[in-house]
């Protein structure tokens, strides 16, 4: 795999190039060396258009990026800088164009700063959620992270990415948690955001705006830079938390259910995650049930009466709700929230759990996962349980490779969650994609749904071209109904971006102005999140 436009003596000339930059060790271009910037849940494995690294760099340090910028800048070599690589289910550490230059930042991973009183990290791209969470242990910190499932990424690759985690609101939307970064721009300049574009600023990571245009948000799903340092908001730990399921009967109920909850949100009686499931339709139904699985195949879908009556008097609706603070404040709040939810006619309360902090992983040991228990990430405590939910072997008997995700964004809105359920489910078996007995079952985050739909990676060539056409046009059903994707694999991109149309694409034409301006030759991450330099964009109108 040679970058494009280049034979292989040009390109052995680059490589020299990068060795004499970073050392030797740290330039990789054997065919096994490849094989770890592969991405090991491709939607095309072992086909020709799999997105392929030529080569991987991995510098020590921003002016080692500095370098590397610089040389592919001045040759010509496209590169793909990843944190950890560990974005699995959405392009992992593969280039969006094939013969990219990897640059992994995973070397760089240290954690400058700690401030225990301001409730603030600063790190580098390499430092995952078990680093972080480990050296606060160490060190004897009060201070929690949000992290999300699985935690073995990068706080910079998650957040940069827009991925969510499940403590504090305010902390959830991993993005919108940090505060000033340091980014390597095309040219090989380095700049810093906000308060840090001043030499000697004190409030770097307390005061995210700065002065002029914020610009942030160029390095989030962009390919304006490379981003080499940035600070996180964390929270102190709190004195208790409390959890419990929230259970309505009846099909119609996520209806009250979904508008008490948001609004108990919004006005910070509840405080921590919501997740909501159902033991009729969810992952986490211990086996197949046949009739379940019959009329959700039903043509035209089943009707409201009868699910209820394959339930035989099981409640269709959990909603697993964490209050999180001063031990007599939570208990205050759970108080006024049953008063709230008792709106709801025969609604209950399964599996109360208090929580003295601090609590360690052990605590966790031997739970099984189900809609009615809490997960360490909802108290700050990494894991890698998000490669296990949901896959039990009645649920997903074929071994696979792995998943790539869709996550169509919706209105917190019980009805519109019907309406989605209703239509994705009945997509994704009208496009011969079997979903067993389970419907795609939406995860809240603040005033938003999210539909989490795994499409599973196969060894079969033709199950895998059959699973991809069934994700485009899931794709295109969801835009139809005004939800849009908010994060992607590389290969569906540009399909995306496209389904952004207000006034004839006016957003994408300003990212590719931008592009235009700024790296021209689109040194850094050429095509990621559909934004191309004007030079490759032929063709692709």
């Given at each position: 795999m040679l970058p494009p436009g280049f034979n292989q003596k040009r390109f052995d000339a680059v490589l020299a190039q990068f060795r004499e930059a970073i050392g030797t060790d740290w330039?990789?271009?054997?065919?096994?060396?490849?094989?770890?910037?592969?991405?090991?849940?491709?939607?095309?494995?072992?086909?020709?258009?799999?997105?392929?690294?030529?080569?991987?760099?991995?510098?020590?340090?921003?002016?080692?990026?500095?370098?590397?910028?610089?040389?592919?800048?001045?040759?010509?070599?496209?590169?793909?800088?990843?944190?950890?690589?560990?974005?699995?289910?959405?392009?992992?550490?593969?280039?969006?164009?094939?013969?990219?230059?990897?640059?992994?930042?995973?070397?760089?991973?240290?954690?400058?700063?700690?401030?225990?009183?301001r409730h603030f990290v600063l790190v580098e791209p390499g430092v995952s959620y078990f680093d972080l969470y480990r050296h606060l242990r160490d060190t004897g910190s009060k201070l929690?992270?949000?992290?999300?499932?699985?935690?073995?990424?990068?706080?910079?690759?998650?957040?940069?990415?827009?991925?969510?985690?499940?403590?504090?609101?305010?902390?959830?939307?991993?993005?919108?948690?940090?505060?000033?970064?340091?980014?390597?721009?095309?040219?090989?300049?380095?700049?810093?955001?906000?308060?840090?574009?001043?030499?000697?600023?004190?409030?770097?990571?307390?005061?995210?705006?700065?002065?002029?245009?914020?610009?942030?948000?160029?390095?989030?799903?962009?390919?304006?830079?490379?981003?080499?340092?940035?600070?996180?908001?964390?929270?102190?730990?709190?004195?208790?938390?409390?959890?419990?399921?929230?259970?309505?009967?009846?099909?119609?109920?996520?209806?009250?259910?979904?508008?008490?909850?948001?609004?108990?949100?919004?006005?910070?009686?509840?405080?921590?995650?919501?997740?909501?499931?159902?033991?009729?339709?969810?992952?986490?139904?211990?086996?197949?049930?046949?009739?379940?699985?019959?009329?959700?195949?039903?043509?035209?879908?089943?009707?409201?009466?009868?699910?209820?009556?394959?339930?035989?008097?099981?409640?269709?609706?959990?909603?697993?709700?964490?209050?999180?603070?001063?031990?007599?404040?939570?208990?205050?709040?759970?108080?006024?929230?049953?008063?709230?939810?008792?709106?709801?006619?025969?609604?209950?309360?399964?599996?109360?759990?208090?929580?003295?902090?601090?609590?360690?992983?052990?605590?966790?040991?031997?739970?099984?996962?189900?809609?009615?228990?809490?997960?360490?990430?909802?108290?700050?405590?990494?894991?890698?349980?998000?490669?296990?939910?949901?896959?039990?072997?009645?649920?997903?008997?074929?071994?696979?490779?792995?998943?790539?995700?869709?996550?169509?964004?919706?209105?917190?809105?019980?009805?519109?969650?019907?309406?989605?359920?209703?239509?994705?489910?009945?997509?994704?078996?009208?496009?011969?994609?079997?979903?067993?007995?389970?419907?795609?079952?939406?995860?809240?985050?603040?005033?938003?749904?999210?539909?989490?739909?795994?499409?599973?990676?196969?060894d079969d060539p033709a199950a895998n071209a059959k699973m991809r056409e069934g994700m485009v046009r899931i794709i295109d059903l969801g835009a139809e109904h005004g939800w849009l994707?908010?994060?992607?694999?590389?290969?569906?991109?540009?399909?995306?971006?496209?389904?952004?149309?207000?006034?004839?694409?006016?957003?994408?034409?300003?990212?590719?102005?931008?592009?235009?301006?700024?790296?021209?030759?689109?040194?850094?991450?050429?095509?990621?999140?559909?934004?191309?330099?004007?030079?490759?964009?032929?063709?692709?109108?």
């Amino acid at each position: 795999m040679l970058p494009p436009g280049f034979n292989q003596k040009r390109f052995d000339a680059v490589l020299a190039q990068f060795r004499e930059a970073i050392g030797t060790d740290w330039v990789f271009s054997s065919e096994e060396d490849l094989n770890t910037y592969r991405d090991f849940y491709s939607p095309y494995w072992g086909e020709d258009k799999e997105l392929r690294a030529s080569a991987g760099v991995a510098p020590a340090s921003v002016e080692e990026v500095q370098k590397i910028v610089r040389i592919a800048n001045e040759t010509g070599v496209p590169i793909y800088p990843v944190s950890t690589g560990r974005n699995l289910g959405y392009g992992g550490s593969a280039p969006n164009m094939s013969g990219s230059v990897v640059v992994d930042l995973k070397r760089m991973n240290r954690i400058l700063e700690v401030n225990e009183k301001r409730h603030f990290v600063l790190v580098e791209p390499g430092v995952s959620y078990f680093d972080l969470y480990r050296h606060l242990r160490d060190t004897g910190s009060k201070l929690w992270i949000d992290c999300p499932d699985p935690a073995w990424g990068s706080l910079i690759g998650n957040s940069l990415d827009r991925g969510v985690g499940y403590t504090y609101a305010h902390l959830r939307d991993h993005f919108a948690a940090h505060c000033g970064m340091e980014v390597v721009l095309p040219n090989g300049e380095v700049m810093r955001t906000g308060m840090g574009a001043r030499d000697g600023t004190k409030t770097w990571q307390d005061f995210r705006w700065g002065f002029g245009p914020y610009i942030d948000g160029m390095f989030s799903q962009g390919n304006y830079g490379i981003v080499t340092k940035m600070g996180f908001w964390l929270t102190p730990e709190p004195e208790a938390g409390l959890s419990v399921s929230v259970v309505a009967p009846k099909y119609h109920d996520i209806i009250p259910l979904t508008d008490i909850t948001l609004q108990l949100e919004n006005v910070g009686v509840i405080t921590g995650q919501v997740s909501i499931s159902s033991p009729l339709l969810g992952a986490f139904r211990a086996k197949p049930d046949k009739a379940m699985r019959e009329l959700i195949a039903k043509k035209g879908g089943g009707t409201p009466a009868e699910f209820e009556q394959i339930a035989n008097g099981q409640a269709y609706w959990h909603q697993r709700i964490t209050f999180l603070g001063p031990k007599k404040v939570i208990e205050a709040q759970w108080e006024y929230a049953q008063r709230q939810f008792a709106a709801i006619s025969g609604v209950k309360y399964l599996n109360l759990q208090h929580y003295d902090f601090p609590i360690s992983m052990e605590q966790f040991a031997g739970l099984k996962p189900d809609f009615d228990s809490d997960r360490p990430s909802f108290f700050g405590i990494p894991t890698l349980e998000g490669f296990m939910l949901g896959t039990r072997s009645e649920t997903n008997p074929t071994p696979t490779h792995g998943h790539c995700w869709l996550a169509p964004s919706i209105t917190r809105d019980g009805e519109e969650l019907i309406k989605a359920q209703n239509i994705l489910q009945r997509g994704l078996l009208d496009y011969g994609i079997d979903t067993g007995d389970n419907a795609p079952v939406p995860i809240p985050y603040t005033r938003y749904y999210q539909f989490f739909l795994p499409f599973f990676i196969s060894d079969d060539p033709a199950a895998n071209a059959k699973m991809r056409e069934g994700m485009v046009r899931i794709i295109d059903l969801g835009a139809e109904h005004g939800w849009l994707e908010y994060r992607a694999h590389p290969i569906f991109q540009d399909q995306i971006m496209g389904q952004y149309n207000f006034n004839n694409n006016v957003l994408q034409r300003f990212h590719e102005t931008l592009k235009d301006a700024i790296d021209p030759k689109g040194t850094i991450s050429p095509g990621r999140y559909a934004i191309w330099p004007k030079a490759m964009r032929k063709g692709r109108a």
